[in-house]
Structure formats: C-alpha cells, structure tokens
C-alpha cells in the first residue's frame, strides 16, 4: 500500500515540475522516471539480529527490494491502463518487457531458504509476476521506478539510525554542524536487536550503558561473540577492532542491484592502510556482480568529514576523521630581529620583525612615532594579530595579498626607493615585508621596485630587451646623457623620449633619424606626469588620463 501511495504521488508530481532546460522536460514527460527508494536497511537488518555482511542479511535486504521495485512497476501498469503508458513506451516496449522479465527470474532467485518470513519471500515474486503480467496488457507510465538514495541528514531527520543501503557508520557518531558545533548521534536499534536476540532486560542496560561510555560493543558484559557481528559497522570503534569488511559493502550492493532500475548511491568504506590493489579489487568485483555504480571512501582521506567515530580535536587515529585544530608555533624567547625606520609624508614609526631559526617571520611590531595616540594603539594591536597569525601558520604572502595597497590617510611619498609611494601605513608595512621575505615574482606582481626590477624597467624604457641586462641599474646609466639633479631612477626614466644611440646587436622598437640616432617609439613620460598611486611608477600619458606601464593602473579616467 506504501509503495502504492508513493508512486501514484511522484507520478503526479511529474507532470506540475518545472525542468532546467527544455530538452530535460521533454525527455521528462516522454520517459517519467521516478526514484522511490527507501532509507534505513542497516537499522532493519540489524533489529532482525541478521549480520549487514551475511548471507541471510543479503538475501533479506534483496527480498525487500524485490518487494519495492516489483510493486511500483504493477502499480505503474495499473495507472497505464487508466491513463496510457509513457510517450516513448511503444518503441520500447520488447526492450522493457525482457527487463522485467529479468527482475522477476532475479527474485526467483533469492534464496528462500535464507529467509524465516515466508510471506515476504512470496511477496518478492508475486509483485513480479504482477508487474510482468500488467505490463504485457498495459504498458507501464513509467521508463524507471526505483533508484536508491544516499538520503544523508534527512534520513537523521526521519527518525533513522542508518542512510540509504548503508549500515551503521558506528554505534556512537558525531556528525560535525555546519554552523559550528557537533552533534552526538546514538544508534537505538540496539536494544531492540539485543532483546531479540535474548537478552534479559539487565543485560540490555549494562550493554547499553557500556557503548555508551566506550563507543563500541567489543567487550560489554554479558555479550557473545557470536552475536558481534550484528553489531559491525562501517567504521571501527575508537577503541574496537571490528568492523564490515569492504567486500561486505559490494556483496550488498550486487545482491539488491538486480531490483533497483537506476543505481544505487553507496560509499564502499575502506580501512585507512588500504592498498592500491585493495582498492582496484573493490572495483573490479563490484563489476562482477553487476553494481552499476560505486563510490569508494578511504578512512581519513579527506580533510574533514560529516561524521565520525570521534568527538576529539586534536589527534587521529585509524578512525579519526575530525581535523585537527592549528598549532601555535611560538618563537624561542631569544630570537633575531629586524627592525626598519619608515616616514610617509612625515608620519614615521618603526617596523620589528621577530623571525624563526629559519629567518621566516613569526611576529611583527609597529611603533608610531606618537606614543598614547590613538593611531598608535590600534597599530600594535594589528601587528599583534597579525603576529598570532603567523605563529598559527597563516602565510605571509595571504597576509600581503589582502593588506597591500590599501588605501587610507596617512598616505603619499615615503624614502624608500622600493616602495617610493605608499596608499597607508598598513599598505607600506605589508610591501615592505613582502621587499623582505617574498619572491621576486611576487615583489613584481606588487609593484616593488628592487636592484633588479628597476633594471628590467630602465631596459625596458631604454630600448634594450630585459633578458640581456645584467649589470646593476648604475652601469645602464652611465652612458646616458646626464641629467641636471637627476637620480639614478630619474635618469633612467627621463631618458624615455630622448633620442640615445642605437646599441648594435639588440632589436629594438622604433626609427632611426636623420642624424643616426635612434628615436624611441615607445610610451612617453613627461615631466608632469604624476606618480602611479599603486606601485610608486612614474606614469605615461595614454589619451586624456595616465597609465602606469608598470603595474597597468591607471589615473582612473574613463
């Protein structure tokens, strides 16, 4: 009668469903498959007393399979010789016949020696027989019946102890919230199992009691060990040896395969010393029993998991699965240091560096030069934090990325040649430890202007290709007319424009003149173009607004 309500519902729903695409709802409407399934089959098992990796559990779980699939297949001829089979039915119609005649051989296969209910072993053929017979004189509404579901939380949701096809993943388990937090989930099948299979009330309480305390049923009093295997769960107890063995999981699936018309969505858990070859062999004899999909999970392989055996933070073992937390690596209390004086625009302070044996950076210092000033608090309170970070194993180039070039006042020149310009205090502190402890690249990509990048850029404006300089920036200078007050950066940009002799050997962009000189038909620099506010470049004319041919900032004209 359940299977009955549930497929006369999903029937329904199909055709009031919105699809996301047309070509989705047209195969909808011309196939209406649906996916009844059920949830719970390791708690049934388990109540029954019948071991999830057993023959007799196997052949139970098939049976109510059989049960399910078969019955929504007569059900679904039943509504066909009201309402007319699925568009598509017609051209398929032998296909589909032979594959429930298929179903039906599977369920005469079961068996029934296994299974003490007699009633339900003739359930799992009649439904058949029905589905095969209705399905010759009707059709059949629906291309696809049942498929199974991990159904995951909902399943907690329902009441259930176990997901899907799943057995229990432990008697305790924690499942990890995603707002935070942990919840403790109980199995309370146990009892249940435990009366059944004849233990007195007291014996119920102590073994109870005792799972509740330990985790796991491996040495509860009063219990026998021939009884353990009821028990087994997908995962080992933090402090058990047991569990099911993999192929348990494939031997489950390939016993309920031939009753389902779609797939089965199951995880297939293995130990975490798993092999290689363990593992191809799990797929190998998934294939030989005809599973159609698989998912394999191997113990602690993932960073984090929804559930676990373990409530611990920190520590794992072989079924620990919750991460755990960051260390803080503290700095030994005597340390070297780096200190650098800084001024922009007239506010000067201090930067201290703590750094590890390594000469990797673990704590950071900012001293304003107005103590008590409220700009001076909050500086030391954010390096304090940044420090925490860094013992923490925040990186440092994260840091750099979010803080550089933040823009707020106290902002304008500084005297640092590598970093001419600065947007704040917060973005001069985190490019000058990127100058520190950063790659070249990365100081590139942040407009810091080293020994070495100034002599890409002086090439690059003084027509020579940036692969062949490898003198200091100095040596590029010294045959470049001079120019009156003029630094070594100055000299080097102010030559853009100018007319230079054309050194022999190297390909350059642009025209010789008159005078055989050549003339530089590159991006021109003027005297009053201002500095570029991201990287401290002088910037070049481009229209009515500047760009930086550095970094590509641009003055932020439209």
């Not at 519902?9 to 989705?24: C, M, R």
């Not at 004189?137 to 629906?142: D, E, L």
């Not at 079924?319 to 700095?331: I, N, Y």
């Not at 030994?332 to 625009?345: A, M, N, V």
Request: aromatic share 6%.
């Amino acid at each position: 009668h359940t299977v009955d309500v549930m497929i006369t519902a999903q029937e329904i729903i199909v055709g009031h469903s919105g699809y996301p695409t047309p070509k989705i709802e047209a195969n909808a409407h011309a196939m209406r498959q649906l996916g009844l399934g059920y949830a719970n089959l390791g708690a049934l098992l388990m109540t029954l007393g019948l071991p999830y990796d057993s023959d007799a559990g196997r052949a139970y779980a098939a049976a109510v399979t059989s049960v399910m699939t078969g019955r929504a297949y007569a059900r679904s001829a039943n509504i066909a010789a009201r309402v007319g089979p699925f568009a598509a039915y017609a051209e398929n119609r032998e296909p589909m016949l032979r594959v429930i005649a298929k179903h039906r051989a599977a369920a005469y296969d079961i068996e029934r020696a296994l299974l003490e209910d007699e009633g339900l072993a003739q359930a799992a053929t009649a439904a058949w027989d029905e589905a095969l017979e209705q399905g010759e004189q009707h059709g059949y509404r629906n291309a696809q019946a049942t498929v199974l579901a991990p159904t995951g939380t909902i399943a907690f949701m329902m009441d259930c102890d176990t997901t899907g096809v799943e057995p229990d993943i432990a008697l305790i388990k924690y499942k990890k919230l995603v707002g935070g937090g942990m919840l403790r989930i109980v199995n309370h099948t146990v009892p249940v199992a435990l009366r059944r299979l004849g233990y007195t009330e007291d014996e119920v309480q102590a073994i109870v009691a005792y799972i509740d305390e330990e985790g796991t049923i491996e040495g509860a009093p009063a219990i026998k060990d021939a009884d353990l295997p009821v028990f087994d769960c997908a995962f080992r107890a933090e402090k058990g040896v047991r569990s099911i063995d993999p192929m348990g999981h494939v031997k489950m699936m390939g016993a309920i395969q031939p009753f389902i018309s779609g797939a089965i969505s199951k995880t297939v858990n293995v130990p975490a010393e798993a092999t290689v070859d363990e593992i191809f062999d799990t797929y190998v004899e998934s294939w030989k029993h005809g599973v159609k999909a698989i998912a394999i999970y191997r113990d602690g392989s993932k960073a984090v998991q929804p559930l676990s055996t373990s409530n611990k933070q920190q520590g794992t073992s072989n079924t620990e699965t919750v991460v755990a937390g960051p260390v803080r690596k503290r700095l030994p209390d005597t340390r070297p240091s780096l200190t650098h004086k800084f001024s922009i625009e007239g506010h000067e302070g201090y930067i201290n560096v703590g750094l590890y044996e390594d000469g990797s950076p673990g704590e950071l210092f900012v001293t304003m030069s107005k103590e008590g000033s409220t700009l001076s608090g909050l500086m030391d309170a954010f390096a304090t934090s940044i420090s925490v970070g860094l013992q923490y194993g925040m990186p440092l180039r994260d840091y750099v990325r979010k803080f550089s070039h933040m823009r707020f006042e106290p902002m304008g020149m500084t005297e640092n040649r590598e970093i001419p310009m600065a947007q704040s205090i917060v973005d001069y502190i985190f490019r000058w430890l990127a100058s520190q402890f950063m790659s070249e690249e990365e100081k590139s990509e942040l407009g810091i202007l080293t020994e070495g990048e100034r002599a890409r850029l002086a090439a690059q404006y003084s027509g020579v290709q940036p692969e062949l300089v490898t003198a200091p920036v100095q040596s590029l200078t010294e045959t470049m007319p001079p120019i009156a007050g003029g630094s070594v950066e100055a000299d080097a940009l102010a030559v853009v424009g100018r007319d230079l002799p054309r050194p022999e050997g190297h390909g350059m962009s642009g025209a010789t003149n008159g005078s055989g000189s050549y003339e530089y038909k590159g991006p021109r620099v003027q005297t009053d173009a201002p500095a570029c506010a991201s990287c401290g470049w002088i910037m070049s004319r481009s229209g009515t607004c500047y760009r930086c041919e550095n970094c590509g900032s641009t003055s932020g004209c439209s």
